[in-house]
């Protein structure tokens, strides 16, 4: 999958819509501050799914590595999405 990588960040600009963006990219503008949030979590998101898959599609006892992993990449992809400001 295609995606622009690295880490997103939102900030309110001065127009009082959140801007979420990259070090090099502005991705979206959005009404709601925790849309925003939501929005840029969304690579992290998806790199923790991937590893659920990756801990889901594999033989024991190898999962069980894997799913550890998966575990720290959903409760840090839930921080993301939960988080109050930048």
Do not use: C
Not at 39 to 55: F, N, Q, S
């Amino acid at each position: 999958m295609e995606y622009t990588r690295g880490r997103w960040a939102t900030k309110k600009n001065a127009l009082g819509t959140w801007t979420i963006y990259t070090i090099h990219t502005r991705i979206a503008d959005v009404d709601r501050h925790f849309n925003a949030l939501l929005i840029a979590a969304a690579p992290a998101m998806y790199e923790a799914l991937e590893a659920v898959d990756d801990y889901l599609s594999a033989p024991y006892p190898e999962n069980m590595k894997l799913k550890q992993i998966a575990a720290d990449k959903l409760v840090s992809a839930l921080a993301l999405a939960r988080r109050q400001n930048d």
